[in-house]
């Protein structure tokens, strides 16, 4: 027995050990790495959701809505978690399919990285994003997905919302559009970076990016636990997402909407046209009242991922390039729209504002003659009929010789360059800096820019002059391009005089946009002062409360006095009636309202002329400016005036429409809506 | 005869309570520690299977409870009976208990979570005969090892050989199943109760180089199934497969380790809650104290164990009767081995092996197996003393 008592003695010094062990690891294990087990047991046992807000409206200057939320089902797959299955996930991939009645390759296609090869159908935006396949889905889909979670891990169905267009494709290029966030953007953005969310869309043109951050909202933050499946047990933490703030633009809807019909109409009935556009600009306030650019699409086909064939169409120049807005983006030769800054130039110059001024049929211009349009020749005449009848070749003597006095070829040291001074204290060649991305900055071209420009591509030119265009097939071609090469080699720097003459109508290398133009006609026929116009106008916070408004900063005054800008405002006034676009406005009720404006029209090489028309209403006192764009709509007074007429009978209400009725008026009295919509505490406009 | 007398003329009541009575005589601090890990157990089984039925959170418990108080019964009936009598009865368990290690591997035998080692008897009721082995063979061992003629220090060749014999068979049978834990601890309580009888240092070493070898023949002649070895591998290098093997692993040891000092509170575990860690209620209950009650709580069930351990080595010593200080020493290397397995396979120091903590873990049959064992531990410790002596 004692033996075996030693031996007990043994297994109990052997028992009192284990115990010892045991507490002495699980010390370790709970109180020395404890924080660090808890660290890995919250990444394993939680979900970090993110709660996308809901985006702010977009609503026009009376509360209407441009932009509106509208939710949809949802499904959407993370592709993380299908990653880590041992077949990447292909047969629940395969089972969603049945589920959705997509084909599985498709399916595949949808969640893949876009990059480069890897064409649309691709997922833009971060990887560790839940992607969202399908958007539509029925009540009955998602119940299928969510009942079998097991089946489907990884695939979530949620109410989401999404942007609806109450106007169709009215304002696309104007509001913009929305496009998942990138895994760069997504880096740079604070606190984003560990969490996802099915829909974290950013604004990518138009209104939506501009106000992004403002529309955007914040994102809520949903912590929650999972089981070992991925299957959410328990919400941890939540905070509540904010929603955006609401943007009220000073677009109205209905003006919007009669300028898009105009518009299309002149590119429809001109069949060589490649694009239009029209803005209507308040003269008061400097503000935007409508902005419509064709062709044009339906932004709806953003909305839950555009197939590659959508998105090629959209960019290609078959389609004429849609997302482009030509009033901001596009650059052209204004023509004769621009004699309002020559006659001002002119003027500030010295020239006698109430002084008679020869109109020949033609007028030579350093040798060589330039002739009037249709060789019209009236004698003497006032600055008054010069731009009533849009007479040239006053013009191009004005720019002649004021090429002359800088010195002509050999340039004094300082010269005046009146013409392209006044363009620019018109706000030509810069950018308005509209509160729209991508604006263009149109071209003032002057002595120092063909400086600039030789200096740029003298070295090409000089070696072109030698080695000439051996690549080129046609040898009289070549020849000629050989010879040109030499030219601009030797003296690309002069600024010739034909390039003075062709700057006072507004042709030659002038290009403006249409919103340039727009607003120095607002400036001219309005205060004087030079505006960077606004879309937006006030943003609401979602219960109501006034955020901040938008200001329209004056940016410039006109260096012309007033007795100048009424005598301009006056002669412009008659161009309706008995000018160059009497025939457009033919039957006009000029009694009711009478509409001043010019016509112009830019010859473009290789192409049809480049129609304009440039108007403000009433004549007298104007409130409103609309400029029409028809891009090789041929004169001005063909296509583009007849499209302002449109606008302005659409705004006022005057003529009939297609049922024989009166038509309705878009803005009753001509004035834009001055006063803000108010948004109640749910987020609805009071009416 | 006046004793007699005097001792009926007491009730029945004060028979069983009074002074002098079985209860009064049991070792109290066991059997204080065995109710207290008891009642802990019920809270685990309750926290960790409440989420698995929506309907009925407390079905699995109410049927633990209804198993401890079955293994009540149990261990009242076996510790009321004289030890010496179970001597006799020890033939009988070891033949039941081949015996049904036998149905297990015939086509009567069933297969529940993977492991084939259950026979159904109907009703939602199920026995896993290698769980009454251990008791069984514990009672067999200890009476071939305390025959008269082994009553001097060291048990003869024969007894040790019979031992062998009986053990090996019963081994064997489990491996067949094949349970791993259990024929570990079968090995452990053979051992254990050899060495304990005093048999010479040169055999325990020939057996254990004998058992070594065994081992090493299994390893090599791949009779492990394929998991076995990787659980094996895993606990040697969890990293190497951290989505097999070494997942159950490293979520025992995650979910242990964020308990931190207080643990998170019942019910309140979010590891368990989300059963990253499988067999949550049996195998791997631990974690749930550990998550749940921390540190403080995980500490304790250790220490309960401990006392049940130190109780029933106390009880070996004091023991003046050589069947009865085998017995209770083999309970002691069957219940010390389970504990340190169990426990330490939750927090990374042992291999994953599929063995339930003693007294805490849900199961029937293995909870009346532990309270059989109590039993005989009490049934010892009540007889084999003098009255009023041996100090409780």
Redo the contacts between chains.
């Keep these: ?5 030693a ?3 043994v ?2 010094i ?3 050990s ?2 010892v ?3 002495v ?3 370790q ?3 020395v ?6 660290a ?3 990444e ?3 979900r970090d959701v993110v709660v996308p807000a809901l985006r702010g409206q977009i609503l026009d200057a009376s509360g209407r809505p441009l932009v509106r939320n509208r939710t949809s089902l949802v499904i959407s797959v993370d592709r993380t978690t299908l990653e ?1 299955m041992p077949d990447g996930g292909a047969a629940v991939l395969t089972r969603l399919a049945k589920v959705l009645e997509m084909a599985p390759d498709k399916l595949k296609q949808q969640i893949r990285a876009c990059g480069p090869g890897v064409t649309r159908p691709c997922w833009p935006g971060s990887p560790y994003q839940p992607i969202p396949v399908d958007d539509r889905a029925t009540t009955r889909e998602a119940l299928q997905i969510l009942e079998r979670q097991e089946d489907f891990p990884g695939v979530t169905a949620e109410i989401q919302a999404r942007r609806y267009y109450p106007g169709g494709s009215e304002a696309a290029q104007l509001l913009g559009y929305l496009q998942p966030v990138t895994q760069h953007e997504l880096e740079k953005r604070q606190g984003l970076k560990a969490s996802f969310s099915g829909v974290d869309l950013v604004g990518r043109d138009g209104l939506e990016a501009v106000y992004d951050p403002e529309l955007r909202g914040t994102s809520g933050l949903r912590r929650v ?4 499946m991925g299957k959410q ?2 919400v ?1 933490q939540q905070r509540s997402p904010t929603t955006g703030d609401t943007l009220v633009t000073s677009i109205d809807a209905r003006v919007q909407s009669v300028v898009e019909k105009a518009v299309a109409e002149a590119m429809k009935s001109n069949p060589a046209s490649d694009g239009a556009a029209g803005v209507v600009l308040d003269v008061k306030t400097g503000r935007v009242v409508a902005m419509a650019s064709m062709p044009t699409y339906d932004p709806a086909v953003w909305t839950g991922g555009i197939s590659e064939h959508e998105y090629q169409r959209l960019l290609s120049n078959k389609s004429g390039k849609p997302l482009i807005s030509r009033v901001i983006k596009g650059e052209f030769a204004p023509g004769s729209t621009f004699k309002i800054s020559s006659v001002s130039a002119m003027v500030a110059d010295g020239s006698p504002l109430r002084g008679t001024y020869q109109c020949p049929s033609s007028y030579n211009v350093n040798g060589r003659a330039f002739p009037n349009a249709g060789g019209m020749s009236l004698g003497a005449i006032s600055l008054h009929t010069a731009l009533v009848k849009s007479c040239d070749t006053v013009f191009y003597r004005a720019g002649y010789e004021e090429w002359l006095r800088d010195g002509g070829n050999k340039p004094k040291s300082k010269v005046k360059e009146p013409m392209p001074s006044m363009a620019r204290a018109y706000g030509f060649g810069k950018r308005t800096g509209i509160d729209l991305p991508g604006e263009s900055p149109g071209l003032i071209p002057d002595r120092a820019w063909k400086r600039d420009l030789w200096n740029a591509t003298k070295n090409e030119m000089c070696k072109r002059a030698k080695t000439g265009y051996p690549e080129i097939k046609d040898a009289g071609r070549a020849a000629f391009s050989k010879r040109l090469a030499n030219e601009n080699c030797l003296e690309g720097y002069i600024y010739h005089a034909y390039e003075a003459a062709n700057f006072s109508i507004g042709q030659g290398d002038v290009l403006v946009t249409p919103l340039q133009l727009a607003r120095a006609y607002a400036a001219l026929v309005g205060d004087g002062k030079l505006r960077s116009p606004r879309v937006g106008r006030a943003l609401f916070r979602p219960d109501g409360t006034l955020v901040r408004e938008i200001k329209v900063p004056v940016v410039g005054k006109l260096p012309i006095n007033k007795e100048t800008r009424d005598y301009i405002r006056a002669a412009l006034s008659e161009v309706t009636s008995d000018g160059t676009a009497a025939g457009a406005f033919n039957g006009f009720p000029m009694k009711q309202v009478r509409i001043g404006g010019k016509t112009g029209t830019a010859e473009v090489w290789g192409k049809r002329d480049t129609s304009w028309f440039a108007s403000f209403a009433p004549a007298e006192n104007p409130r409103l400016v609309v400029v029409v764009l028809v891009s090789q709509g041929g004169f001005g007074a063909e296509s583009a005036a007849p499209a302002a007429r449109k606008i302005w009978e659409g705004i006022y209400g005057l003529g009939k429409n297609e049922n024989g009725k009166q038509r309705e008026a878009a803005l009753p009295s001509g004035h834009p809506v001055e006063r803000l919509p108010v948004i109640k505490q749910d987020g609805t406009v009071a009416q | 005869m006046i004793q007699q007398a005097a001792v009926r003329k007491r009730s029945f009541a004060k028979r069983a309570v009074g002074r002098g009575s079985a209860i009064r005589r049991m070792d109290g601090l066991m059997l204080l520690a065995v109710a207290a890990l008891s009642v802990i157990g019920t809270l685990l089984v309750w926290s960790s299977t409440r ?1 698995w039925s929506s309907v009925e959170p407390t079905g699995m418990v109410k049927k633990h409870v209804l198993n401890l108080f079955i293994g009540a019964a149990l261990f009242i009936v076996v510790a009321m009976s004289d030890f010496r009598w179970l001597k006799s009865a020890a033939p009988i368990a070891y033949a039941v208990a081949i015996f049904s290690l036998i149905l297990v591997i015939t086509p009567l035998g069933s297969t529940i979570n993977g492991s084939h080692s259950w026979i159904l008897l109907g009703g939602g009721f199920a026995v896993q005969p290698s769980e009454l082995a251990k008791p069984a063979l514990v009672l067999t061992l200890a009476t071939l090892l305390a025959k008269p003629a082994d009553r001097t ?2 048990p003869r060749a024969i007894s040790v050989a019979f031992c062998l014999g009986a053990a090996g068979l019963a081994t064997i049978l489990v491996m067949l199943q094949p349970d791993l834990g259990t024929t570990m601890v079968l090995a452990m309580i053979t051992g ?1 109760m050899l ?4 048999v010479r240092k040169r055999w325990i070493v020939v057996v254990l180089a004998l058992g070594v070898a065994g081992a090493m023949a299994v390893w090599s002649m791949g009779l492990l199934k394929p998991y076995q070895v990787a659980r094996f591998t895993a606990f040697i290098n969890p990293a190497s497969d951290p ?1 097999g093997a070494g997942y159950n692993s490293t ?1 025992a ?9 207080f643990g998170k509170g019942l019910f309140h575990g ?2 368990t ?4 860690v499988p067999e949550q209620h049996t195998d791997f209950i631990f974690t749930v104290v ?1 998550e749940e009650f ?2 403080l709580g ?2 304790t069930v ?2 309960l ?2 006392v049940v ?2 109780r029933s ?1 106390r009880i ?2 004091l023991c003046n009767d ?1 069947f009865g ?2 017995v209770a ?1 083999g309970v ?2 069957w219940l ?1 081995f389970q ?2 397995i169990n ?2 396979m939750t ?3 042992m291999p994953i092996t599929g063995l339930p903590l003693p007294f805490v873990s849900y199961g029937g049959t293995a909870t009346f197996a532990n309270m059989i064992a109590i039993g005989l531990l009490q049934a010892i410790y009540i007889r084999d003393r003098p009255y009023g002596g041996g100090g409780a």
Excluded at chain 1, 1 to 5: K, L, Q, Y
Excluded at chain 2, 195 to 198: Q, R
Excluded at chain 2, 253 to 261: D, P, Q, T
Excluded at chain 2, 273 to 276: C, H, K, N
């Design positions: 027995m004692t033996r075996m008592r031996r007990l003695i297994l109990q052997l028992v009192v284990l115990i062990v045991l507490v690891r699980l010390w294990v709970q109180m790495r404890g924080r660090e087990f808890v890995v047991a919250t394993t046992r939680t880590r636990q999972v089981d070992r047990i328990a941890e | 989420s220090d060291r254990g060495v304990l009888a005093g989505r979520q040891l995650i979910a242990v380790g964020s308990g931190e000092f979010g590891q809650t989300g059963r990253f550990g921390g540190f995980s500490a250790v220490v164990l401990g351990l130190l080595l070996a010593r050589r200080g085998l020493g002691v290397c010390a504990t340190f426990v330490g927090i990374g120091i």
